[in-house]
């Protein structure tokens, strides 16, 4: 049973704060992705890593960064904590390859509010 | 820009019937296209994954997908109150993943 998990439910920070949201999977996947979801807005990715050491940008990295040291862990790091940061934020994990299949597993969300 | 688009809702129909939610996407390369079934609160979970022109049926849901029209929709025969949930599309590029807006269902007992 895939598992991706994340350090925190929920978590208040005060603005100017560097915030590190952590995300774990057990399942052996390359690429792993951090979104952050908004009401109206959707999913929106932010960063994503094909593997170690890499990443690339998403739609919204201004703001982000993000470190992956091990195959398992993805970090998102939010340098300077703003309340337009405010957001759930969810980790997906997905092995790698296109075609068909290989569906993202999401972990349970970060709900972070900056104030 | 690759965009994927969806009704935001709510829909509601009553327990028993067909629901059914339906999603464009603007790239004509997409490779594969998911139903993420989301309750408030919660994180987005696979119900349907579809990647040949057709249907493609798994209990109450069924996909349905035509590439040359760009469109794939999700039917839930005898719709239940626990179906209630936002329903998202995503259409893989590459290594990938397009999320449309989600449609909020809801189910009337």
């Known amino acids: 049973d895939v598992k991706v998990t994340q350090s925190s439910r929920y978590l208040v920070k005060r603005t100017g704060e560097k915030v590190f949201l952590e995300c774990v999977q057990d399942?052996?996947?390359?690429?792993m992705f951090w979104y952050r979801q908004d009401p109206g807005l959707g999913l929106r990715l932010i960063y994503f890593?094909?593997?170690?050491?890499?990443?690339e940008k998403g739609d919204i990295p201004e703001g982000y960064s993000v470190s992956r040291e091990k195959k398992e862990r993805f970090s998102l790091i939010l340098e300077s904590a703003s309340t337009n940061q405010t957001s759930m934020y969810l980790c997906?994990?997905?092995?790698?390859?296109?075609?068909?299949?290989?569906?993202?597993?999401f972990g349970p969300g970060t709900r972070l509010t900056v104030t | 820009q690759k965009e994927v688009e969806q009704n935001s809702g709510p829909l509601s129909v009553p327990e028993g019937a067909i629901a059914s939610l339906n999603c464009t996407y603007s790239?004509?390369?997409?490779?594969?296209f998911f139903w993420y079934r989301q309750y408030s609160g919660k994180s987005p979970e696979l119900i349907m994954f579809?990647?040949?022109?057709g249907d493609k049926e798994d209990g109450r849901f069924t996909a349905q997908l035509n590439k040359a029209s760009q469109y794939v929709s999700l039917l839930i025969r005898d719709s239940q109150p626990s179906d209630s949930a936002t329903y998202l599309c995503?259409?893989?590029?590459?290594?990938?993943?397009?999320f449309g807006p989600g449609t909020r269902l809801s189910v009337l007992p």
């Open positions: 997906a994990s997905s092995f790698p390859g296109s075609g068909r299949l290989y569906e993202q597993y």
């Open positions: 399942m052996d996947h390359e690429n």
């Open positions: 890593s094909y593997d170690v050491k890499m990443k």
């Open positions: 790239d004509r390369g997409s490779q594969s």
């Open positions: 579809i990647y040949s022109n």
């Open positions: 995503a259409v893989r590029y590459g290594q990938n993943f397009v």
